[in-house]
């Protein structure tokens, strides 16, 4: 994993790296190859900016927050791209589980629902 911390307007101290660099590492139990990740940490007047870029298995990520603390707006990048990451995984697995998608129409609810209780008339004969 390739990790590119750049800063803009901004000179960020050893602990918000060091903290961002935590944070970071643990992407990786959302996605396995993460190939790049940029860190862009920048200050506009009292806003401290936050921007995470990252690539994997050819797909781009990206997040970014703000806040009136670096520490804070760090948090609120890494939470969101965590988010997106997690959510990207579950389709991954859900793809390969062969889920099937939620039923989308009433014919097909009403359907179901017939044979549903076609099913449950046999059971009833037999008391």
């Known amino acids: ?15 918000v790296r060091d903290h961002a660099e935590e944070r970071i590492t ?7 190859d993460l190939s790049q990740i940029r860190l862009t940490l920048s200050e506009e007047k009292v806003a ?4 995470i870029h990252l690539r994997a298995y050819g ?5 970014h927050a703000s806040a009136e ?4 707006s760090v948090d609120r990048a890494c939470a969101s ?5 997690s959510r990207h ?10 889920s099937k998608p939620p039923i989308s129409s009433a014919a097909e609810m009403e359907r179901l629902a017939q ?9 009833d004969e037999e008391y």
């Open 1 to 15: 994993m390739n990790i590119e911390i750049t800063s803009r307007n901004y000179e960020p101290s050893k602990r």
């Open 59 to 63: 797909k781009d990520f990206h997040s």
């Open 115 to 123: 044979a549903e209780l076609a099913h449950t008339d046999g059971d």
């Open 89 to 98: 995984r579950d389709r991954l697995t859900d793809q390969r589980k062969g």
């Open 26 to 32: 643990k992407f990786d139990k959302y996605l396995r």
């Open 48 to 51: 401290k900016l936050c921007e």
């Open 81 to 85: 791209m965590e988010r997106q990451l």
């Open 69 to 72: 603390d670096m520490l804070q």
